[in-house]
């Protein structure tokens, strides 16, 4: 993926932001601020996500009518998602950037060609990353993609635990990994996402959400909010706005309440109170415990403090 110039990346976002405004006209469904300063910090972090249960693996590949894989119909070994395909991606989801992935409207055919014991491993490896056992984690991620080389989301599974380990390095090659195996594949775009914005590399974060929203266009929040992030960083005011609002809505379930402390940001600019007001209200109620919770709070005090009496 080489570098893209600035036109492509507003052409990018202006398609991204269509196709966003449209899943939400028919009801598309999914997925340290210093507040006192003009130049505040980056947004980063990667967004909370509640554990939803995992469905059992199908062993059933569930081509669409009409569709074969031995048929020219298929391209690049891509299908669409239909029930039967879905129940078997839906076994992919572990937590943030898995989850995010299970939504995409196609499916690469070596995401339904897992074999049950790799399938195995990956659903150890989730359940002990979510007991924060990572070494266990990180034993049945490195199993799962031992047994089946292709397996993009056990390579992502692989970063989050490694990342959550303190293992940058290896975390980075494990979602490099599993964008070469299948570069179809969302989540493996949004784990690299995060790690720019970590390393305040906005024009790296702008390339990757472009890449996952070209992937998934009208049903991934997590693409969207990361390119509403880069694009406010970048200082495209308008794009950040316009894709942030479509993250929180496409976000019924705050996964992502940095959205909300975004769109803030953005009202501060605006100068307008009312809606900064609202939208730290509504971060804080998503993110308590967050460490931009603090400054949050001094600013919500400030915002909300009566006038000065005019002598």
């Known amino acids: 993926m080489g570098p893209r110039t600035a036109g492509a990346r507003t052409g990018s976002v202006r398609c991204a932001r269509l196709a966003a405004l449209c899943s939400l006209a028919i009801g598309a469904f999914w997925i340290a601020p ?11 972090g990667t967004p909370s996500s509640q554990q939803q249960p995992i469905p059992a ?26 029930s039967d395909s879905l129940r078997m991606v839906e ?9 995010s992935g299970v939504h995409s409207p196609t499916v690469s055919v070596s995401r339904l ?21 990572f070494m266990q984690a990180e034993t049945h991620a490195r199993k799962a993609v031992e047994l089946y080389p292709s397996y993009s989301a056990g390579w992502v599974l692989l970063g989050q635990v490694l990342d959550a380990e303190h293992n940058r390095a290896e975390a980075d090659k494990a979602c490099e990994q599993a ?12 784990c690299l996402a995060e790690f720019a914005a970590r390393d ?38 308008a794009d950040a706005e316009t894709n942030v609002r479509a993250a ?10 940095q959205a909300h402390l ?50």
């Open 34 to 44: 210093c507040w006192a300063q003009k130049q505040q910090p980056p947004l980063t």
């Open 57 to 82: 693996p199908s062993s059933a590949f569930g081509f669409p009518e009409g569709e074969d894989p031995s048929q020219p119909n298929m391209t690049a070994g891509v299908i669409t998602v239909n």
């Open 91 to 99: 076994a992919e989801a572990c937590n943030a950037w898995t989850e």
């Open 113 to 133: 060609s897992v074999p049950d014991k790799a399938s195995g491993e990956f659903q150890r490896a989730c359940s002990s990353y979510k007991d924060k056992k």
């Open 179 to 190: 964008m070469t195996v299948d570069p179809q594949y969302v989540a493996p775009y949004l």
């Open 200 to 237: 305040e590399d906005w024009d790296q974060l702008a390339r990757l959400s472009d890449e996952a929203l070209a992937l998934d266009p009208t049903s991934n929040a997590y693409a969207l909010y990361y390119s509403a992030a880069a694009s406010y960083h970048l200082k495209h005011f």
């Open 248 to 257: 929180i809505q496409l976000d019924p379930w705050r996964h992502l309440p």
């Open 262 to 311: 975004l769109l803030a940001r953005l009202a501060e600019r605006k100068d307008d109170p009312r809606t900064e007001i609202a939208e730290l209200k509504e971060f804080l109620k998503g993110a308590p415990n967050s460490p931009d919770a603090a400054s949050a709070r001094l600013r919500l005090k400030e915002l909300e403090a009566p006038a000065p009496k005019q002598p």
